[in-house]
């Protein structure tokens, strides 16, 4: 079940009859010993149009079926999630409404899901006004560069300049070290531009070229001559619905003699790669946050999580294998509803009264062993920059799957804290 991109719909339990309909269910066992049989309130700011769409369908997905673990376990501190989902159109205004309207309208006792870094930039600041806090499922930088607030929190998806950073010698160690960059033109692409070019020169490498693509083209082949004939190494990151004809037109462009190619999987997130046009791609290496493909190693965790949100091995929907998952970005919901229940059980959480003390239960977290809470890896959590750190994955295209090649470790990823939150005032 997934958000329509028109209203809001509440899930699972309606606010006004929740008292009536937890006496005739027969989860009354499960909810009896709160102290309030009201449901705790999560606002999904959800993608349900404009670029991110694709995401925001399986981040709503995803988001159900974490509910439905958690609710079947017993809810929050004994009171049953409540989903209240809102389209932001992945645009950075709407994203600010949608925050105040979580607060004003809706009552919400946090705010939760966002992707797309512009639209974080965007509504991060309405979540300080409101304080509500604000926990985002992006992998920007902007919350760990302290350019936000201490209501806004990254507690299930690791930055791009850890990412980056963990990546770039494996790039430079076998692939090479004249690289040249192509990036989506907003503040996700930019920081792929910076920290990469800043990882890879560490490595003793050179960018050569930056080409920056505006977020909603749909033809790329203008922007491919501007590649250095020297190039070594082709880095890609693209995002938006035209991904499918980026990767086609990359393909077209170079035929078969082209650099190697090192690519973030946002570039083919939601695409078959089965999909003609696209052979090219083998023995190409992608970045993911999560193997889209069951690998021979899969954990329990993994395999559960498969099942749960309702994905093959393949990373498709089980129901339609040509719906392809987000498979490499959509566990961060999952593991961040259940950093949020943590919280609010550490905290004690009853009421927004208790805002406070749950982002301070958060922010007092650290390690996040691998299991069914988090099944994309182990973690570690900075309380003072408001950012997990976690393994990352380089996987390679052979007959036509992602097969992994590396892992990193968590340590790969660490830099120094550029801020610490928890000395702002809320």
């Known amino acids: 079940m997934t958000q329509t991109p028109k209203t809001s719909r509440r899930r699972l339990l309606k606010s006004a009859g929740a008292g009536a309909l937890l006496a005739a269910s027969p989860l009354i066992g499960r909810f009896a010993s709160a102290q309030s049989s009201a449901p705790i309130k999560i606002g999904f700011q959800q993608h349900s149009t404009g670029i991110g769409a694709a995401y925001g369908r399986w981040y709503g997905r995803t988001t159900d079926a974490a509910v439905k673990m958690i609710n079947d376990a017993g809810g929050i501190n004994g009171r049953p999630v409540e989903i209240i989902a809102e389209d932001d159109g992945t645009d950075p205004k709407r994203g600010a409404e949608v925050v105040e309207k979580f607060s004003n309208q809706h009552g919400c006792d946090v705010a939760f899901g966002t ?202 929907s089980v129901s339609d294998p040509s719906d392809v998952s987000t498979y490499a970005h959509m566990f961060g919901c999952w593991e961040t509803l259940n950093i949020i229940k943590a919280g609010m059980e550490a905290s004690d959480y009853q009421s927004a009264a208790d805002r406070q003390k749950l982002i301070e239960a958060v922010e007092a977290m650290t390690e996040m062993p691998e299991s069914m809470q988090h099944p994309q890896g182990p973690k570690l959590f900075n309380g003072k920059t408001h950012q997990v750190f976690g393994v990352q994955y380089i996987s390679r295209v052979e007959n036509g799957r992602l097969v992994k090649v590396h892992t990193t470790s968590i340590e790969d990823t660490l830099y120094p804290d550029e801020v610490d939150y928890t000395t702002q005032s809320f």
Request: glycine fraction near 8%.
């Open 115 to 316: 992707l797309f870094s512009h639209v974080v930039i965007g509504s991060a600041p309405a979540a300080g006004e409101q304080k509500i806090p604000y926990f985002v499922v992006s992998e920007g930088h902007h919350v760990a560069s302290g350019a936000l607030n201490r209501y806004t929190l990254q507690p299930g998806i690791t930055d791009v300049k850890s990412q980056v950073q963990a990546m770039a010698p494996y790039v430079s160690e076998n692939l090479g070290k004249k690289v040249t960059m192509i990036f989506p033109d907003f503040a996700f692409g930019h920081d792929h531009r910076d920290f990469f070019t800043a990882a890879i020169e560490a490595q003793g490498g050179e960018v050569l070229e930056h080409i920056a693509v505006p977020p909603a083209e749909t033809s790329f082949t203008k922007y491919f001559p501007k590649i250095p004939r020297e190039t070594e190494v082709l880095y890609h990151v693209m995002v938006g619905p035209a991904v499918l004809t980026f990767v086609k037109e990359l393909g077209e462009f170079f035929g078969p003699s082209s650099p190697a190619i090192f690519g973030f999987i946002d570039s083919l997130e939601a695409v078959d790669l089965a999909s003609p046009g696209l052979e090219f791609l083998e023995g190409t290496y992608f970045w993911e946050g999560n193997p889209r493909y069951a690998q021979a190693d899969q954990t329990e965790y993994d395999q559960a999580f498969r099942a749960a949100v309702g994905v093959d091995d393949n990373g498709a």
